[in-house]
């Protein structure tokens, strides 16, 4: 048994830590209404060059992404019409149309339809309309928005005939899948904010304290560093830590345990999410060996991300870093039981994915988490969790990975 603990865990009350945390926003400020017409305008020249007519963007995040106009989806059908060549439009219910347009960044006109019309038929008459029209020779190619619920399509389709609908994926997902200058900007400082509030959780840990304590004080510290509160939070102690999304009951803090906290925030519409995992109290040598192979691979995945490379050859990475330690092979347990990472930007989980069933070739712009947790059930589990970017010349991360078991938010001076 080693006798060395972690640096940096444990020491503060929760007052005092969050009286060392501070508003972190400054001059921050959302996407603009140049930059929401830019993504316009870059969707509709791809849209061109594939071939497709037309798009529904659903309300959420895909028509707050293209428009910036926020509006949640719900039961009834709101979203945005964008077609290949000319200028947008929405659809909404006509009481809701006072609150859309006040909620609007890029306008457009409003087609709207009462409580007991069909939203479906106003979709196909409004593509007519803008000059898509039916043609069952060769049929228009419109993208259904693929967050749209299976009703929306359900609604249309009977109603499309000389029309062929297609996922629009293939258009949402090339766009919001390169980030801006801008929105890395925004990302790297939600990602600050949370490395910040990772410290001052692992700042206040003692012998009793539960994981619902420190859920709650991590709500606390995200508000006091300018977010809302925690856009998610998974606090994890002992065995527990075996599961990457945790388990359905609380846990009380004891020396000797594995601790893991995975959360993030959400600010101007873009997402934190950061995973720090460490030991409160002694350190065993099984705690030390796992911890650095759950960094080794992070940082083979991290190496193997360059321009151009697919997605899957990042995973393969991080797979054969594992396997090299005695975890695996592939999703077997003890090891890696998911894929080592995820696109994010406005939703947690984008595209694309670091899956071996992804061949996407890594491009710039584009934005991922690195984590390929080690799961042992009935021991604990260890995950990193940093995110990295693709600039011109390769990957750069977000939030430096921990720096060691010993010192996990070192190096301390």
Known sequence: ??????????????????AALSDM??????????EHEERIARAQA?????????????????????????????????????????ALEYIAPVFEEGSLTDFMLVKGKVNCWEEHESPYQLFIDVLGRMGVKPDPARPPRIGICESAAFFIADGIAPLAAGYALENAKSVTAFCRARKS??????????????LEVHKAAAS?????????????????AHRKVGAPGSYFCIVLFGEATAYPHGVSYAQTLKAGDVVLIDTGCQVHGYISDITRTYVFGEISERQRFVWNAEKA?????????????????????????????????????????????HGIGMDIHEWPYLVGSD??????????????MICIPGEFGVRHEDHFYMTATGPKWFTEPAHSIDDPFGPSR
């Not at 020491?11 to 830590?17: F, H, Y």
């Not at 926003?25 to 140049?34: C, D, K, N, R, V």
């Not at 659903?58 to 509006?71: C, D, P, Q, S």
Request: overall charge negative; proline content about 6%.
């Open 181 to 194: 200058p801008a929105e890395i900007a925004l990302m790297q400082r939600v990602k600050d904010m949370t």
């Open 46 to 86: 791809f849209m061109v060059e594939q071939g497709i007519c037309a798009v529904l963007l659903n309300a959420g995040t895909n028509m707050r992404y293209f428009t910036g106009t926020k509006w949640y989806a719900s039961e009834r059908m709101v979203g945005a019409i964008l077609p290949a060549v000319g």
């Open 204 to 220: 206040i840990l003692h012998e009793g304290i539960t994981t619902v304590e420190v859920s709650d004080f991590i709500a606390r």
């Open 1 to 18: 048994m080693s006798t060395m603990n972690a640096l940096n865990i444990g020491g503060k009350t929760m007052d005092e830590a969050l």
């Open 359 to 372: 061949s996407t070739p890594l491009a710039v712009g584009m934005c991922f988490s690195n984590e390929p």
């Open 25 to 34: 926003t400054g001059g921050m400020a959302p996407i603009g209404q140049q």
């Open 297 to 341: 691979a992070q940082l083979a995945a991290f190496g193997a991300a360059q321009l151009g490379v697919p997605c899957r050859e990042v995973d393969a990475a991080a797979r054969a870093s594992l396997e090299s330690n005695g975890f695996g092979p592939g999703y077997k347990l003890p090891g890696l039981p998911h894929r080592t990472g």
